[in-house]
């Protein structure tokens, strides 16, 4: 019998959710391109519940233990003694969210003597040590596509807020006042700009298409190139390189993951090849960029703007620097943890975990690691060397 560790974030201050702003969550069976939205053989949730927090459990309590499994649930993943440690040195299988990640670093894996399968309820499988996840036979597997729409609208959103500086005027309306010169003395249309993204993946491409309506010139860089029909469609300029690309744009988006090829890769000098006042949204991973080259150029003007979800560590210090610098539109680790996200990737989990139980191949799109090296998915989109 397994035993499954399971780190989600903690409950909502007020306690798990008894009631909901909605009723319903619309149903999505396949993804743009055709792939096939988690097939599970059953849930035990209802969709559009809360199911990434600790109570939630992520509908799997009541499939594992008729099994005969044992699940444990924890949110503390950090500090010495801390339960996520105390807890995985005999768990089979590890379920993380990029939210809240448990980091699986290499020295926690060689720790971890049963552990086999480590599954993240999401994407972006950066916080294992893949490399010693390879070594210690660990297969790693991720929900692809299962929030990559939630994040791509999330750049939208976060793209037009930066452009048009819609959070200084929100809070003048929450503070009582009216000083229109104020508001508007840093806001600008979108239409007519240039937008580039770094990686037209999944992620990158469904933001170019919703993009593409706002009139906008689309650029985007890729170790792969697109289909020239693509390409057509959207009026896309190539670029070979990030180097290469963020000169000709007014807004960046950064949608590659993390591994050594993307590590770093916005430090002080590719920054400075931007157009002054460009907005740079990073929802991909943080350590993408160098955290006080960033800080710098907003404080020069360089940066007009900054905004993203995701951060070093997480969940991130109070006195982060990124919570204080000029000029940015950054939340929390949210954008692909909305309630129909999670829906989608606590199917995928469960999924996953069907497959690994019963002995049947995971999905290959789902697969990170596995086989003695990088698989399915991961062989595509990630390079050997991803440290935890
Ligand atoms: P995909 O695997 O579909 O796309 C990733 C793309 O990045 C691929 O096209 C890949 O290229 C490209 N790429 C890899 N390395 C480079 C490089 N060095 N330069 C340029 N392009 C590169 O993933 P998604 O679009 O679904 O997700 C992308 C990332 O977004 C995830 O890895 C994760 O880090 C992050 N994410 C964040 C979330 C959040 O909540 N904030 C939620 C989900 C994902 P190719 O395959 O052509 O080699």
């Not at 729409?149 to 930066?162: D, G, K, R």
């Not at 000083?179 to 990686?199: K, P, Q």
């Not at 309506?213 to 650029?219: A, E, K």
Request: aromatic share 6%.
């Amino acid at each position: 019998m397994a035993k499954v560790l399971c780190v989600l974030y903690d409950d909502p201050k007020g306690g798990h959710p008894t009631s909901y702003a909605r009723d319903t969550v619309p149903r999505i069976d396949r993804y743009p391109g055709g792939q096939l939205a988690p097939t599970p053989h059953g849930t035990d949730f209802t969709p559009g519940h809360l199911l990434g927090s600790v109570s939630g459990e992520l509908g799997l309590r009541a499939f594992l233990e008729s099994r005969g499994h044992t699940l444990v649930v924890t949110s503390d993943k950090d500090g010495a003694g801390c339960a996520f440690d105390r807890e995985l040195v005999d768990a089979d299988v590890v379920i993380s969210q990029p939210f809240w990640p448990a980091y699986l670093t290499a020295e926690r894996i060689a720790a971890a003597k049963n552990l086999k399968l480590a599954i993240t309820a999401g994407i972006g499988s950066d916080h294992v040590d893949l490399d010693a996840a390879i070594t210690h036979g660990v297969t790693v597997a991720e929900v692809t596509y299962s929030n990559s729409i939630s994040v791509a609208e999330h750049i939208v959103m976060m793209t037009l807020a930066l452009v048009r500086d819609y959070l200084p005027a929100h809070r003048t309306a929450l503070d009582g006042g009216w000083d229109i010169a104020d508001c508007v003395a840093r806001s600008y249309d979108l239409e007519g700009m240039h937008v580039g993204t770094v990686a037209a993946g999944r992620i990158g491409l469904a933001v170019l298409r919703r993009l593409a309506p706002f009139d906008v010139t689309l650029h985007y860089t890729d170790r792969h190139r697109l289909p020239a029909e693509t390409e057509k469609e959207l009026g896309l300029v190539f670029h070979p390189t990030t180097a290469d690309m963020v000169p000709h744009c007014d807004v960046v988006t950064i949608n590659a993951p993390l591994h050594p090829e993307t590590e770093g890769l916005f430090n002080d000098e590719l920054l400075a090849l931007m157009r002054r006042g460009a907005y740079l949204i990073n929802t991909a991973r943080a350590r993408i960029v160098d955290r006080q080259a960033v800080v710098r150029a907003l404080e020069t003007g360089q940066l007009a703007g900054y905004a993203g979800d995701v951060w070093y560590p997480q969940p991130a210090p109070a006195d982060h620097p990124w919570r204080t610098m000029p000029h940015h539109g950054m939340t929390p680790h949210i954008s692909g943890s909305t309630l129909s996200a999670q829906t989608r990737y606590a199917a995928g989990t469960r999924e996953i975990l069907e497959s690994w139980l019963d002995g049947t191949p995971i999905r290959d799109e789902y697969l990170i690691a596995g086989h003695g090296g990088l698989a399915g998915a991961g062989a595509h989109s990630y390079a050997i060397g991803t440290k935890a």
